[in-house]
């Protein structure tokens, strides 16, 4: 009778290559990923103690001398109500429509743009920047 041990030949995957690889990928997908700004507008947020979240179906930016920007798009605020409506067409559920207003830029316009948001039907956010309030 035999009863010694038979040595099994243990199979190894070698994921070397594999590593490099996703290393690679992972550093393209943070590079991209820090490059992909939806606000290309630049406006100096207002500061605020709370954070807004909301899924952003529609970015409205209000600069600091009142011009109104939908999207990457700056149009007149009397063509505001139809483009807008053009965008919140296409969304099946309660949209929410992002305001990013620059800090010095007058209120009344910001609660202007607000009211057409509610009366086509849609959930106004105000963006605001919480860093660096104390």
Do not use: W
């Amino acid at each position: 009778m035999n009863i010694r041990k038979r040595l099994r030949k243990h199979a190894e995957v070698h994921t070397g290559a594999l590593n490099d690889i996703l290393f690679i990928l992972l550093l393209f997908f943070l590079i991209v990923s820090t490059l992909a700004n939806p606000n290309v507008i630049k406006v100096s947020n207002p500061k605020s103690k709370s954070d807004t979240k909301a899924k952003q179906t529609v970015v409205i930016t209000v600069d600091k001398n009142q011009q109104i920007y939908l999207g990457q798009k700056a149009i007149p605020f009397e063509q505001l109500e139809s483009e807008l409506k053009a965008f919140l067409a296409k969304e099946t559920d309660k949209p929410s429509v992002v305001i990013n207003g620059d800090s010095t830029s007058h209120l009344g316009t910001a609660i202007k743009v607000m009211q057409v948001i509610k009366k086509l039907g849609a959930t106004p956010v105000m963006a605001v920047d919480n860093n660096g309030v104390k």
